[in-house]
């Protein structure tokens, strides 16, 4: 039952996950509920922003050839015929030597061209109205917005497969998006594997530990914007085992076993995908930590084997399963993003595979640095919780020292990356 | 009822509202609703990590001075007397010349001192049971992992107000948190003023535009980590909005209105706080956009007034609501988190007045750069939905360069600062 494993590059790892993924479906949901969603299609403007003249300022709406003669020697007076708010529209025409007080935002009216800053005016009040006087002239278009200026209407504003942030929210909101298209979920089934694994509300006992990976991938899997189905933790029994998962294929998307693939004695997972009938994309990975993490396709559908080890885990999950679960979410950016960086210390290992190293970003005067959590005893547990970035240290290099210049997966972004991370070319299997 | 306003300094604003600052409540919630939570305590080890002396490797256990004699030119052989996998315990004691397989994770069986990996040993099948040969000498506590290495019980972990992230949730499920204790999450009330404003779902009149700012607020309100209840978009009725921001004030913890604070004609709201008997903490600030962002006190419950702008709405929160949100949920660092970049365009505009301009970060090679969204025409429509941090020019300053080194609040950071910006002493009024 111990299976000869042949490792393969994360690049190639990644391809033959994504020659398998598809779009999800398109939700129309409401607007109120969006937020965190992923656009399905591109966000359009329905009309022309302005979507009409309208004064940026408070100030008079009156016609440019009237105030030619103005001057500080030669004062104009206007007569002020209406009064116009934000949202507003006069019913009147403005004629020679007339103005309307209008507000920032609110509509050009008929017969005006331009506008005079509230400021540059001085305001009387008579028996016979309100009138004003100005000591400078105009041209036509003076103070006004016009329509369309900032966008067309149809304009393709924001891409499909963009998370929806609160600019987003607004300019579905400016452009008419009481309900949003948006992709489906995937759902994400997870079995945690292991007789060692006791869940969170029981006590320890000698030689357990509590199942922290499987609430851990949970939470990865909502934060990457998709859903899970539990289908809790099993000891390791082949029969009970190969059930669950040809039920948690039927009924998700997506399936992530954790543990169970290593090359220990216990391992049943190549006799179950065996069983099964599924097509082995690969069960080892050239790269540390992860190197046994598996996948396999079954109807279409991907059977994702991570690692027992938590860091394995995490890292299987951000590094294969994200892209497709992105992919299916419309992105076109469904990869992670890579910035660089300095590295804080010493990370002396020689790297006979690609190594991903948990890392927590710094800035200092503009200038991204990265310290590698989890290096000392205590860090190991928290290593996971601090961590917002993977340090890549490419395979076929020797140790790396301070000062040295790092590439870094981003694991917060949702900005993401259109093409996969390529191993440097002086990588060694 | 044109108020003659006074403008403070964007630090005493935030100081101002700060002073007003409190925690919320705390609820016990299930680890399964807990992602994107704040904790209300810090996250502390229920367990030692390792809980129990552990073989980080597959291999056999036995005893160091039974190996003492082992060389290549001498193999020793061990009667190997059981086999343990993960979460399994072993009834027998190791004793003289005897081994235990064990698997990576599993205790060490009693009166075991050392591991020697698998890949060191040769194992031999015989009538007699098996037998494994090895051919170095092994010291006491080799390959062991010592319960209490890595973590000791007791230890405080993650600090309160922390957002749960996958590898928290991993902590939280390893120490045995079935149940979390959370913050409560704000309930924060918006009412869009403005007679001009159109629901999403309404056909454009002329004049009118349509509502997005308070969409755009309950998303900064979800992003931050608080709740929203709705009171409409209302007209500029000052009865209708006094009603309406007192059942609010009622019903709510914090209350947002946006529009309305311009000095304008129509601006009702210094006239409603007083009506309300509100305390005002300032109605000016010295900043650009959002100079007429306001804010009173009533009953201990804080009323911000933002701009009808919408990058005006949008900094007015980010640099005033949320650090009072963060506090509410525990955060020790509820300030927006500050890093420096290079300025990738001019922006030539002197500032009278602290700027904050919208800008999205730009990573090349190892340095943080940044770009000013919404320069151009067709970017202002756009600018909040590309945003991911706010430049900060800071006001007596005259125009900034590219190659400028500039401050930038992060948008979509998680961290936080403990403290305020705190505005360059070259800054004027």
């Not at 028996?127 to 966008?151: H, M, P, Y």
């Not at 924001?158 to 942030?165: F, L, P, T």
């Not at 998709?226 to 099993?234: E, L, W």
């Not at 006979?352 to 710094?362: D, E, N």
Request: overall charge neutral; glycine content about 10%; some cysteine.
């Amino acid at each position: 039952m111990v299976e000869r494993r042949k490792p393969i590059w994360v690049k190639d790892a990644i391809e033959n996950v994504m020659k398998y993924k598809k779009h999800g479906d398109i939700e129309l949901i409401s607007l109120d509920d969006c937020d965190g969603r992923f656009l399905a299609e591109p966000l359009v403007a329905d009309h022309d922003v302005p979507p009409f003249d309208r004064s940026p300022y408070d100030g008079f709406a009156l016609r440019a050839k009237d105030t030619k003669n103005a001057s500080r020697e030669n004062p104009l007076t206007f007569k002020v015929i209406d009064e116009i708010g934000a949202g507003q529209v006069s019913p009147f025409k403005v004629g020679n030597m007339e103005a309307i007080r209008i507000m920032t935002g609110a509509q050009i009216p008929k017969g005006a061209d331009c506008v005079m800053m509230l400021e540059l005016t001085k305001e009387e009040k008579g028996s016979e109205g309100t009138s004003i006087s100005i000591k400078r002239s105009l041209n036509e278009g003076d103070n006004i917005s016009f329509q369309g200026e900032d966008t067309k209407k149809g304009s393709p504003l924001i891409n499909r497969g963009a998370a929806i942030n609160p600019g987003i929210k607004a300019l579905l909101a400016t452009f008419g998006y009481s309900k949003v298209k948006v992709s489906s979920s995937p759902f994400i089934g997870i079995i945690a594997t292991g007789s060692e694994l006791l869940n969170p509300d029981e006590d320890l006992v000698p030689g357990k530990i509590r199942n922290s990976n499987g609430y851990m991938i949970e939470s990865q899997i909502l934060r990457v914007g998709a859903r899970y189905k539990r289908y809790g933790s099993i000891s390791d029994n082949i029969d009970k085992l190969t059930e669950m998962i040809k039920q948690a294929i039927d009924e998700c998307d997506v399936l992530i076993t954790t543990g169970g693939v290593s090359v220990g004695d216990y391992d049943y997972l190549p006799e179950i995908y065996r069983r099964l009938g599924a097509n082995l994309l690969f069960n080892k990975i050239a790269m540390r930590p992860g190197s046994v993490t598996s996948c396999a396709e079954k109807d279409g559908k991907l059977l994702f084997g991570l690692s027992g080890n938590p860091s394995a885990c995490y890292i299987g999950f951000e590094l294969f399963v994200r892209p497709y679960i992105r992919y299916w979410l419309r992105s076109e950016q469904p990869f992670l993003r890579i910035i660089s960086g300095t590295l804080k210390n010493d990370f002396p290992k020689p790297n006979p595979f690609s190594r991903f190293v948990r890392g927590k970003i710094v800035y200092e005067n503009g200038q991204v640095f990265v310290e590698p959590v989890g290096l000392d005893k205590s860090g190991v547990v928290t290593s996971l919780a601090w961590a917002d970035c993977l340090i890549i240290l490419p395979g076929g290099t020797r140790g790396y020292m301070k000062g040295d210049h790092v590439e870094l997966f981003l694991l917060d972004d949702q900005q993401g990356s259109d093409e996969p991370w390529v191993e440097a070319k002086f990588s060694k299997l």
